[in-house]
């Protein structure tokens, strides 16, 4: 099983909704990326977990909330968001040994977020 | 400076000709390259790694690393309509950390 799965593939939010992105993995991988991605640009990270620890969260607004319950499992809580943040979410692992990136990205194919 | 940076394009090739796409990165030390193609609305999909100097060949596509000039490319042979893509270098730097290029446009035109 080399998947990585989202859900929704397709989400439209209003500015006042409260929404999640879901990620999920069964590759043992114990690195998991969020990245958004506007059309036309290379997607740009935003929250790493290593063995479901917040390693990394590149200055995203708060209105962003990620969460890893499991070593399978990551989630983007969405809140209060603007239209700006309109995009595609890239869920994405990676294999890792003693916390060190062994291999490449697997990415899922994109939840696709409109915010109105 | 930026960590990876990639001919953002459009680059246009005729089908059947080769296409080359390079990429060249900032952090000397780096170890782990990677190819990937993105079709429009859809994700990111590894096409070829590399982690040696010197060339490295699966079916059409062969990457080519030179660790000493910083530079990787991605050379497609024989090029398809369905080539038409975005191509994305990623380069896993020093720091454990993934940086991308921000992509080469590539047409095939038939």
């Known amino acids: 099983d080399t998947e990585v799965t989202q859900t929704p593939k397709h989400l439209v939010m209003g500015m006042t909704n409260k929404k999640s992105l879901k990620c999920e993995q069964h590759m043992g991988h114990r690195a998991m990326y969020w990245y958004k991605q506007k059309a036309k640009k290379p997607p740009e990270l935003m929250f790493v977990?290593?063995?479901?620890?917040?390693?990394i969260n590149e200055s995203v607004p708060s209105r962003f909330s990620p969460e890893c319950p499991n070593s399978s499992l990551l989630n983007l809580h969405l809140h209060a968001l603007q239209p700006e943040d309109s995009a595609l979410y890239l869920c994405?692992?990676?294999?890792?040994?003693?916390?060190?990136?062994?291999?490449?990205?697997?990415f899922g194919e994109g939840s696709r977020l409109t915010v109105l | 400076q930026k960590e990876v940076e990639q001919n953002s394009g459009p680059l246009s090739v005729p089908e059947g000709a080769i296409a080359s796409l390079n990429c060249t990165y900032s952090d000397r030390g780096s170890q782990s390259f990677f190819w990937y193609r993105q079709y429009s609305g859809k994700s990111p999909e590894l096409i070829m790694f590399i982690y040696s100097n010197g060339d490295k060949e699966d079916g059409r596509f062969t990457a080519q690393l030179n660790k000493a000039s910083q530079y990787v490319s991605l050379l497609i042979r024989d090029s398809q309509p369905s080539d038409s893509a975005t191509y994305l270098c990623a380069v896993l730097n020093t720091g454990n950390q993934f940086y991308f290029g921000t992509g080469t446009s590539l047409t095939v035109i038939p």
């Open positions: 994405a692992s990676s294999q890792t040994r003693a916390a060190i990136n062994t291999g490449e990205l697997f």
């Open positions: 977990y290593s063995y479901e620890k917040l390693s």
